[in-house]
């Protein structure tokens, strides 16, 4: 067994461990394996261990690792600029890293041009900080309203980044993201299903899973430093 099958399958474990531990199914969560600054080999021992998803941040790397693994579902994790989109829309599953109408409006415009409807997610800025990119939760409902006329997008959901500290002190990011979630969930915008809460990295997806994420993503637990 390779090391990153073993590292792999232990993170699986702890996925397990975590859905016990708030009483989920472990099949409800969704392993994105993080795949920025590895190379074709770690990704190819990554596929022959299971590995179904993959995410990358930087629209370069992700256009070629699409290329060479195109079984794979590939998730586009990192920052977005408008002026890369047509790089992304169609070869993502899923772009988690929605942080502004105009990008959403972006997104569409190409996706109509494709033929396709592009799923994604929309990036909140929960904790406030200034180096992280999201909106504000007050501005998720009127992206989502604005999306109803949008029918290059699909929006499934929501993403956010914790600040990097102790798991327990950020479980509030996590429990407040998920309940943002819910209460969009509840006003049932028309043709939007919400299904998907993107939160928790390798630090502290076990928290984020207790509070509900249905995928994490997870990078050096997989791959190593």
Known sequence: MSQVAERYEAVRCRVRDAADAAGRNADEVTIVAVA????PSEVRA?????????????????????????EACWHFIGT????????VVGKACLIHSVDSL?????????????????PVLLQVNVSHE???HGVDRVEIEEMIRASLDMPGVAVRGLMTIA????????????RDLRDLFESLSAMR?????????????TNDFAVAIEEGATIVRIGRAIFGR
Request: glycine residues 10%.
């Open 46 to 70: 990554a596929i022959a261990a299971g590995v179904t998803d993959f995410g990358e941040n930087r629209v370069q790397e992700f256009v070629a690792k699409h290329g060479l693994f195109p």
């Open 102 to 118: 105009k990008l959403l409006e972006r997104i569409d415009r190409v996706a109509e041009t494709l033929g396709v409807v592009q």
């Open 80 to 87: 977005l600029q408008s002026n890369k989109v047509q790089h």
């Open 36 to 39: 920025k600054t590895v190379g």
């Open 189 to 201: 915008f028309n043709g939007v299903e919400l299904t998907e809460l993107s939160m928790g990295m």
């Open 130 to 132: 200034g180096s992280k």
């Open 163 to 174: 600040p990097y500290a102790r798991p327990e002190s950020v479980r509030w990011v996590f």
